[in-house]
């Protein structure tokens, strides 16, 4: 089945830089859009940014831009997230998730599937 | 931050029906954005729950439908069941300067 496997747990002190991966297996990596989200604990889902696996276009977040960069492998099906100067605030669960699309008449798009989430805990 | 307004709770017993809001504005909802909703049961990662024009994925009870209407949405769970007890998202797209995927603030759903 169409599924994204991230990578495992991360703790990395305050200053430095986390990478996480997203493997994509069951569809074709480069047909969809990948984007990431996260959740703070305790809060809501906020959308970081997205990429193309195909032309490796990017665009992110406003609040993001300059600190986060989205990248792909295409031989391993892969697309990664690196954020970087990692302050206690980005303590939370990243998420990988696939823009699913339907274009038989006006298009429709929607989040699916999700990955399984990635905790990075950022600490001194 | 959130860009879209969801009531922070919601609460009804077994077999009774509640909604849940999702308020937007003229560079999202209003706009003509779909508006998808997803279910979250904590500790896991969010589900696709309505996508489109109330489309549910394979698996998802029909007593989930969504509505839209100006610059606000609906999520309306029927016949409420224990197991509908999580916390639920509306996502759409915001074309104004940001020019993001955006998310609403979030429902807890207890079931009483």
């Known amino acids: 089945q169409e599924q994204l496997v991230q990578s495992g747990a991360e703790v990395k002190k305050p200053g430095a830089s986390v990478k996480v991966s997203c493997k994509a297996s069951g569809y074709t990596f480069t047909n969809y859009d990948i984007n990431w989200v996260r959740q703070a604990p305790g809060q809501g889902l906020e959308w970081m940014g997205w990429m193309n696996p195909n032309s490796g276009k990017t665009g992110y977040a406003l609040r993001f831009q300059g600190r986060v960069t989205i990248t792909r492998n295409t031989s391993l099906n892969t697309a990664y997230m690196e954020l970087s100067s990692l302050r206690s605030e980005d303590t939370a669960f990243y998420y990988c998730?696939?823009?699913?699309?339907?274009?038989?008449?006006?298009?429709?798009?929607?989040?699916?599937?999700w990955g399984q989430g990635t905790l990075v805990t950022v600490s001194s | 931050q959130s860009v879209l307004t969801q009531p922070p709770s919601v609460s009804g017993a077994p077999g009774q029906r509640v909604t849940i809001s999702c308020t937007g504005s003229s560079s999202n909802i209003g706009a003509g954005q779909d508006v998808n909703w997803y279910q979250q049961v904590p500790g896991t990662a969010p589900k696709l729950l309505i996508f489109?024009?109330?489309n549910r994925p394979s698996g998802v009870p029909d007593r989930f439908s969504g509505s839209k209407s100006g610059t606000s949405a609906s999520l309306a769970i029927s016949r409420l069941q224990p197991e509908d007890e999580a916390d639920y998202y509306c996502?759409?797209?915001?074309?104004?300067?940001?020019?993001?995927?955006?998310f609403g603030t979030g429902t807890k759903v207890t079931v009483l």
């Open positions: 998730v696939r823009l699913s699309v339907d274009c038989s008449g006006r298009c429709h798009n929607w989040f699916d599937p």
């Open positions: 996502q759409s797209y915001d074309n104004s300067l940001s020019n993001s995927y955006v």
């Open positions: 489109g024009k109330n």
